[in-house]
């Protein structure tokens, strides 16, 4: 029997991949705070207005210094070009279909919406503080968490005061919900 040949994966795979990013659940939307919306176009016009016209130069200059297969400026800029290229592919991409949700809208609310900063406490009665931002701008070494994470996932739309569950690899896990807070208006999310 004849195995079908495997199919490459796309662009968009193959870019989330690269970028060590889990793809979008399929159906939902992109959401960022501002700042975050805001870092990733300076990030994109950073790479499109002065990276890469930095390497394209440098590998315009190494491709007129003879042969191509031994010129390490030439094989490391053409390889440094795809990178920057993926990583405008990706940029755009997540760009276009950001939903952009500024958090500050629910300053002074005790409900767990996008961009709350939660302090909430394990069956162990450790207590931890994550903020909930969107997939591209997350960072769990500063306490932030994504959004389709299931701790967040577990703590959306929960109030203070509230016991969520959340399912581990351990088992079953109860979370008591402390504090929520949001940045006030104008203040970075």
Known sequence: MTRPAATPPSDAAEDEEFQGLPPLPSGTRNYMTPQGHRQMRAELMNLLDVERPKVVETVSWAAKNGDRSENGDYLYGKKR??????????????????????????????????????????????EHTVTI?????????????????????????????????????????????????????????
């Open 81 to 126: 070009l795809r990178e920057i290229d993926r990583r405008i592919r990706h940029l755009t991409r997540r760009l276009d279909i950001a939903e952009v949700a500024d958090p500050s809208v629910h300053h002074g609310r005790d409900q767990v919406f996008f961009g709350a900063t939660v302090t909430y406490a394990d069956t162990g009665g450790q």
């Open 133 to 189: 931002k969107g997939i591209d701008e997350s960072d769990s070494l500063r306490g932030e968490i994504s959004w389709i994470s299931p701790v967040a996932r577990a703590l959306l739309k929960a109030r203070e005061g509230d016991e969520v569950t959340l399912m581990t690899p351990a088992g079953l896990q109860r979370l008591e919900v402390i504090e929520v807070r949001y940045p006030a208006p104008g203040e970075p999310a």
